[in-house]
């Protein structure tokens, strides 16, 4: 769970629900683009990223004490 990937998972998925909503506005599938559905999927997805980090943040080990 390093910051570096949850960022790069984030950034793929919000690419991939661009991609996904973008396509459904090809004519051959019958289908329409609605802005509302895109910003719906990417609410979620920075939430999960949010909370991925914070989980993240959480599961790191404690600096270790020098004790002289």
Known sequence: LSRKNILRS???ALAYAL??????????LQ?????LDMA?????IVLVGL??????????PAPA???P
Not at 31 to 35: A, I, Q, W
Not at 51 to 60: G, V
């Open 31 to 35: 289908r329409t683009v609605d802005p």
């Open 10 to 12: 984030t950034a793929a």
């Open 51 to 60: 909370a991925m980090l914070l989980l993240a943040r959480r599961l790191e």
């Open 19 to 28: 991609l996904d909503e973008l396509t459904q506005g090809l004519p051959v």
């Open 40 to 44: 719906a999927n990417a609410a979620g």
């Open 65 to 67: 004490a020098d004790n």
